[in-house]
């Protein structure tokens, strides 16, 4: 399994980002996928989901409405647009994906991340 995040980089106040996470290793359209992001001192966090087929999306509060995760089965990536940034957003950005695997008869789970991009947002 392979998380390719890019798209980070230095905006200022209220500028706008889009960040893509490439996948590979499992069978993309199966599986939700999330963004997360960790600032620094501070704990990882989520900033969204999206299901597998991209029908239903989730937010953190402070995300909704500047914030919006797509993603494009046929080419295994899922996308985190990024608007209205705020220095508080100022973060690492990762990408996870949670697998299932079987463990003695019952359905596991396995978290997967990417290596992280940084974002910066200036005042």
């Known amino acids: 399994v392979q998380l390719a995040e890019s798209g980070g980089g230095s905006v200022q106040y209220g500028g706008s980002l889009r960040l893509s996470c490439a996948a590979s290793g499992f069978t993309f359209s199966s599986y939700a996928m999330s963004w997360y992001r960790q600032a620094p001192g501070k704990e990882r966090e989520l900033v969204a989901a999206i299901t597998s087929a991209g029908g239903s999306t989730n937010y953190a509060d402070s995300m909704k409405g500047r914030f919006t995760i797509s993603r494009d089965n046929a080419k295994n990536t899922v996308y985190l647009q990024m608007n209205s940034l705020k220095p508080e957003d100022t973060a690492v950005y990762y990408c996870?994906?949670?697998?299932?695997?079987?463990?003695?008869?019952?359905?596991?789970?396995?978290?997967?991340w990417g290596q992280g991009t940084q974002v910066t947002v200036s005042s």
């Open positions: 996870n994906v949670q697998l299932d695997y079987d463990c003695s008869g019952y359905v596991c789970q396995s978290d997967y």
